[in-house]
């Protein structure tokens, strides 16, 4: 699956409309502890959280995540979807809980990262 149909698949909307959505999701997770997430993230991941501050974006690109994704409509602020644009990672929100992103993840059968 690529970040397009991971999009469709939770109901999101692409924050980084310039950055292409054919990333392959190879893995999910699911954590908002920046420091754990580096020591755990992984190429090909789609992360949910919650933060939206430009470290999140930097810890995405230093992973060479496929996507980062905010759930229950949660948005990023402008600046910081520039820098998102700038490192070609891409940013999805979606109106769904994590709890409901990851299971529909799960269902598509996208491992946990590991």
Excluded: F
């Amino acid at each position: 699956m690529n970040v397009s149909e991971l999009c469709t698949l939770i109901e999101a909307r692409n924050q980084t409309e310039t950055v292409p959505m054919d990333k392959e999701v190879l893995c999910g997770y699911v954590c908002d502890l920046l420091s754990w997430v580096m020591a755990h993230g992984e190429e090909g991941m789609a992360w949910v959280t919650v933060q939206t501050h430009l470290n999140v974006i930097a810890v995405a690109a230093l992973a060479d995540m496929a996507c980062v994704i905010l759930p229950e409509g949660i948005t990023m602020e402008q600046d910081v979807l520039e820098k998102a644009n700038a490192e070609g990672m891409c940013v999805l929100s979606s109106g769904l809980t994590a709890y409901e992103i990851c299971g529909r993840l799960s269902a598509q059968g996208i491992p946990a990262h590991g």
